[in-house]
């Protein structure tokens, strides 16, 4: 269990480089990755992520920021970003369970997302 800092709440996690370090999608409720800010067509609004989820054993990351702290971005407008959105959709769904994932879905594993593809990756009858 991590205490997080601004508000106090405990949740499941560690403690890790500094800040509150989260299983892949375990990551508690108004905390959002950068592409998850900017598909809401916000920008983390001058605050510096707050905490990090790591996947992959440990190999991948990423930042999290506060969905409370952060700022509508003067950017690019919502249709723009609902036709980049569009377009990436289909790297973005999951073949097995049909869940639209925040990271492109690798071809290699036939489109699967992270934790279809360590449910389901058949076992090596060699082993
Ligand atoms: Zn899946």
New binding site residues.
């Given amino acids: 269990m991590v205490r997080l800092p601004w508000n106090g709440q405990h949740w499941p996690g560690r403690w890790a480089d500094g800040v509150p370090t989260f299983r892949f999608r375990d990551a508690p409720p108004g905390l959002v990755t950068r592409r998850q800010l900017r598909a809401r067509d916000m920008c983390p609004g001058g605050v510096d992520w707050v905490a990090q989820i790591r996947w992959s054993r440990g190999r991948r990351w990423a930042a999290l920021y506060r969905l409370d702290t952060a700022k509508q971005s003067p950017g690019a407008t919502t249709a723009q970003l609902q036709a980049l959105w569009k377009a990436n959709r289909a790297l973005r769904t999951?073949a097995?369970?049909g869940?639209f994932t925040d990271y492109r879905l690798p071809a290699s594993n036939g489109r699967?997302?992270w934790?279809?593809d360590q449910t389901t990756t058949p076992t090596d009858p060699t082993t």
């Fill in positions: 999951c097995a369970c869940q699967r997302c934790p279809c």
